[in-house]
């Protein structure tokens, strides 16, 4: 998909975007070649997210959207160039960068499917090192802004693919992470799935998080974005 | 101390997920209970036809063999089972979960070692139960003490399941390499056989890892067999082989992580 063909993203939170805000996740010179005789997934590809912004990164399958996702997620570690949420790095201080993190991958893994939807929410909240205190309160308030309160008590395998895409949702939410990466997000879910989407994003940026989405197309997103790039060949490009 | 009660209640979280896994397969629960009765209903029929001048246990051979079916039983489920699971965590995507969160994916892994090693110890147990109350296998009066020696030595076994999901991590395939090991350890640790029916040149190999002072102690505590070298030198070297095998086994596992995560293996499958 060439930088044209996707929509010009506007300005949605201009009260909290300014060009001043915070610097909170800077990926610096990236570098990521899969095995084999491919070029690189990614080349030289920086980008700084800042407080209170959505960004989106579009482009074509395969253009390595998940790959600059994983990378920013610490999932991968960068072959060549810096990932860095201030002096915290995936790498170097893996649980601390860890905790600031809310990661959304693409499709409908990473739920345990014999665990109920409050046990699951609970598993996570332990695993994202969550105080005690404010455990049971997160979760509750995760099954209510997710519209999971009803299916609380269900068996995440006996739930529709929508209604999965939400609780992966609320695990990248829960811990209140500063940095929410979300690998097309907008997978199953219905009409009124993506207003709790939209307003969770609004929420988090609102409290001065700030988020990248990632999807192959520019229609995909439920809000507008601060900023947007296509990612091909490597290379990131600003869409104007 | 805060640090530490979120790391403990991430690994009782892992811990309690596996369990609410393993119940909710409720075949697993009934196979748990009639496979060791199988085994030791075999061995127990085989041991009325052996009856070997180098096994010098109390209860014969059946005496000498429980132990080891225990030991084997343990190495099986542990061994045997963690690869398979970190293999299905790969699989699943819900490795995912450990490698984007605080806790991380080495203490991931670690929590994920506990429940097999908890089903594991209670196998055994329930092996050794079984041929005491069904078979009449005479315990000795030093039983319980057993039980932190059989502790110590699921933690001496546990650098060798680190190997097998370093693996796993690094090359996504350990499934040979686990019946392997199970089956050589089985050979050089002693746990069928006493190691003096073993030739002279491969005997050198039991002592140089921490499955036949496992086994010899276990043997003595539980049933009274003679032991080969004193007590506290059979311990020590169990405790010596736990103290340079584990951090070595951790540090691996680490390495195979971070093998994977630069080159992208550890997001395939």
Redesign the interface.
């Known amino acids: 998909m060439s930088p044209t063909s996707v929509s010009a993203p506007v300005p949605s939170h201009p009260q909290t975007a300014a060009p001043t805000a915070a610097r909170l996740l800077e990926l610096e010179g990236l570098y ?1 070649r ?2 084999g005789p491919k070029p690189p997934v990614l080349d030289d590809v920086s980008l700084t997210l800042r407080a209170g912004e959505v960004t989106w990164v579009g482009g074509r399958n395969g253009a390595g959207k998940t ?1 600059l996702l ?1 990378l920013a ?5 960068p ?1 060549r160039g810096t990932v860095r949420i201030g002096e915290l790095t995936p790498a170097t201080k ?3 960068y ?2 600031q ?1 809310g ?1 959304l ?1 693409a ?1 409908d ?7 109920r939807v409050r ?1 699951q929410l ?3 909240a ?4 969550v ?2 205190e404010r455990r049971a309160e997160l979760v509750e308030v995760s099954l209510r802004r997710f519209g999971l309160e009803e299916f609380a008590q269900r068996r995440v395998d006996r739930m529709s693919m929508g209604q999965r895409q939400r609780i992966r949702l609320a ?1 990248a939410f829960l811990h209140e992470p500063i940095v929410i990466l979300l690998d097309e997000p907008r997978n199953s879910l219905d009409d009124d799935g993506y207003e709790v989407l939209a307003e969770q994003i609004e929420r988090a940026v609102a409290a001065g998080a700030t988020v990248l989405w990632c999807s192959p197309r520019g229609e995909d997103r439920v809000l507008t974005s601060d900023t947007g790039y296509t990612l091909e060949n490597g290379h990131l490009e600003r869409v104007e | 101390m ?1 640090q530490m ?2 790391w403990g ?2 690994m ?3 811990v ?2 596996d369990a ?2 393993f119940v ?1 397969y409720r075949s697993q629960l009934v196979a748990q209970f009639l496979g060791p009765l199988f085994t030791i209903t075999l061995f127990y029929y085989i041991s009325h036809i052996l009856t070997d001048k180098t096994i010098r246990s109390p209860g014969g051979y059946f005496g000498f063999v429980v132990i080891g079916l225990v030991i084997v039983q343990i190495l099986t489920v542990s061994l045997g089972v963690m690869p398979v699971t970190v293999r299905q965590e790969l699989v ?3 490795i ?9 994916p080495v203490n ?1 892994i670690l929590g994920t070692m506990l429940f097999p090693l908890i089903n594991a110890v209670f196998s055994g147990v329930l092996m050794l139960v079984l041929a005491a109350l069904v078979f009449g296998l005479p315990l000795a009066t030093t039983a319980l003490l057993a039980i932190p020696v059989s502790l110590l030595g699921v933690i001496a076994f546990m650098p060798f399941a680190f190997f097998l999901v370093s693996l796993v991590m690094a090359f996504k395939q350990a499934a040979s390499a686990t019946q392997f090991i199970v089956a050589g350890i089985a050979i050089i640790g002693g746990l069928y056989f006493p190691i003096a029916v073993l030739p002279g040149w491969i005997r050198w190999t039991s002592e140089v890892q921490p499955f036949t002072p496992a086994a010899d102690l276990l043997r003595h505590l539980l049933v009274g067999a003679p032991l080969a070298h004193p007590a506290l030198e059979e311990l020590i070297k169990l405790v010596g082989f736990t103290l340079v095998l584990l951090p070595a086994g951790v540090l691996l596992l680490r390495a195979a992580i ?1 093998y994977g ?4 293996t ?2 395939e499958y």
Do not use: C, N
């Open positions: 990521h899969w095995k790959t994983r997620a610490g999932i991968l570690l072959q893996g649980g601390r860890r905790r993190i990661f991958s499709g893994r990473s739920l345990q499917a014999r665990m046990q609970d598993y996570w332990r695993l994202a090192y105080p005690r695990m | 805060t009660r979120l209640d991430a009782w979280a892992i309690r997920r609410i896994l909710s699943s995507g819900t995912e979960r450990f490698l984007v969160s605080a806790h991380g991931g971070r995560q630069r080159t992208g550890v997001a």
